[in-house]
């Protein structure tokens, strides 16, 4: 009896010894539980530098390093992918042209700001993911991106829009990595090439303009040299008449070519030698060249120098082309008996000239052409008094090149006022 009563007392101390650690063990791995709860909480509220703190030995503590093990591997991923994304971001951020990339429904799977912009998108929606159909409102580029969708060829458009402006756009197929014949959407690349096409079509305008003005005394000269050739009985004043034709029209070639090469020097090497230039030492060589032709007219060509002193620096010899051309055409367009007046001081830190005269002015809607190459008001009156049409573009970029404006105001019938503006940084 009393051996089952020990045998008794012994089953009921293990059980309870089995229960106290069983329940000690149950209370651990709640907390081990807990512990995982929170940490992958966090891990989910992307708080990726959260780690599990248990330090259980056996398989519990295998599990923690693991787990642990697995958080930094998908911390250091995400922070590689998310340092990629801006990497690509950034990249595309810089590009200066449009780059959009669809995917073979034509939803947008990357674009830039620049391409936001050519293609109009609409600013309320998110574009990343949108279908093109519902952000592009560019509706002449959307239609050819909507064409190529989905082809294997590449393709380069030009387009020009209804606000002028004219791009450049490359489509092209994206291929699946590694495998040539699946397609997964299409990249459109877009540039801005208004400027470029704009540069062509003056070089292409002015080489047709050259070939026509010098096309134009060279026929004259050839013509009459003919003529001379085979009437050998020709009078002497008819022979002088045309003569003297022929040396007016080689003079006039001479101009041309002159004004051509000077032009284009100034547009190649800008203001060249630099120089401190005396504004009153050059107008007198000015004036000394043109009096002559003004008293011719009984013109009055006055001028009013509120510092003689001032310089300025640039190039002698461009400065004096600048004065010349607007003296010479002031005096040109300017009817006999009237007067011009040259004017120069210093206002606001700058050194201003003005040319004013009381000549046959310029109508309003010539006033801003008239500084492109060729462009006359009336061709026969400059062709009469010897104009080439290329003196107010020559003035133009050498005051340019001097870092300076020019400013015409004018009103047909009673005069115009030419006036060039030389910031400080050019003048000593
Ligand atoms: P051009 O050699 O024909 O004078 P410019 O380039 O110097 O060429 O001038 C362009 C045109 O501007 C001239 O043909 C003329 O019609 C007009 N123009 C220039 N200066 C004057 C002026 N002072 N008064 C009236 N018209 C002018």
């Not at 398989?59 to 994304?85: P, Q, R």
């Amino acid at each position: 009896m009393e051996e089952l009563i020990t045998i008794m007392f012994f089953i009921i101390l293990i059980s309870v010894i089995i229960a106290i650690l069983s329940l000690r063990y149950t209370i651990r791995l709640r907390k081990y539980l807990e512990e995982f709860i929170y940490v992958s909480k966090k891990i989910s509220n992307k708080e990726f530098h959260t780690r599990l703190n248990i330090s259980a030995k056996g398989e519990l503590g295998e599990l923690a390093k693991n787990f642990n093990e697995m958080i930094e591997i998908m911390d250091s991923t995400i922070t590689e992918v998310e340092y990629n994304h801006l990497q690509m971001t950034s990249i595309l951020k810089s590009i200066s042209q449009g780059i959009l990339a669809i995917d073979i429904d034509g939803n947008i799977m990357l674009i830039n700001e620049e391409a936001k912009r050519m293609l109009k998108c609409s600013k309320y929606k998110t574009i990343e993911g949108n279908n093109i159909n519902l952000v592009i409102k560019e509706e002449k580029i959307l239609k050819e991106i909507l064409l190529f969708k989905s082809s294997k060829k590449s393709k380069k458009i030009e387009i020009t829009t209804e606000e002028d402006i004219v791009y450049e756009i490359s489509l092209d197929p994206i291929y699946l990595q590694d495998i040539n014949n699946i397609i997964i959407g299409s990249i459109i690349n877009i540039e801005d090439i208004t400027e470029k096409v704009k540069l062509e079509n003056m070089r292409s305008d002015f080489v047709a303009n050259v070939s026509h003005e010098l096309k134009t005394p060279l026929t004259s000269i050839s013509g009459f040299v003919e003529t001379l050739k085979l009437n050998e009985n020709i009078d002497i004043n008819t022979r002088n008449r045309f003569l003297g034709i022929i040396e007016s029209e080689s003079d006039r070639l001479k101009r041309l070519i002159e004004d051509i090469l000077l032009l284009s020097f100034i547009e190649k090497k800008g203001n060249a030698l630099l120089d401190s230039v005396s504004i009153y030492e050059v107008f007198i060589e000015v004036y000394d060249m043109t009096s002559y032709m003004a008293r011719e007219k009984n013109i009055k060509l006055l001028y009013e120098f509120e510092d003689k002193s001032l310089k300025v620096l640039g190039n002698r010899d461009y400065i004096k082309q600048v004065i010349l051309n607007l003296v010479d055409n002031a005096i040109k367009y300017t009817p006999e008996n009237n007067k011009i007046c040259v004017e120069v001081f210093k206002k606001d830190e700058s050194i201003i000239m003005k040319v004013i005269d009381q000549g046959v002015g310029i109508p309003q809607e010539d006033i801003n052409r008239i500084f492109e190459r060729f462009y006359r008001v009336d061709k026969a009156r400059s062709r009469d008094v010897g104009g080439t049409g290329l003196g107010l573009a020559i003035t133009k970029h050498i005051v340019k090149s001097l870092g300076g404006t020019i400013k015409v105001k004018s009103e047909l019938g009673k005069g115009s006022e030419f006036t060039v503006t030389i910031p400080s940084k050019n003048f000593l």
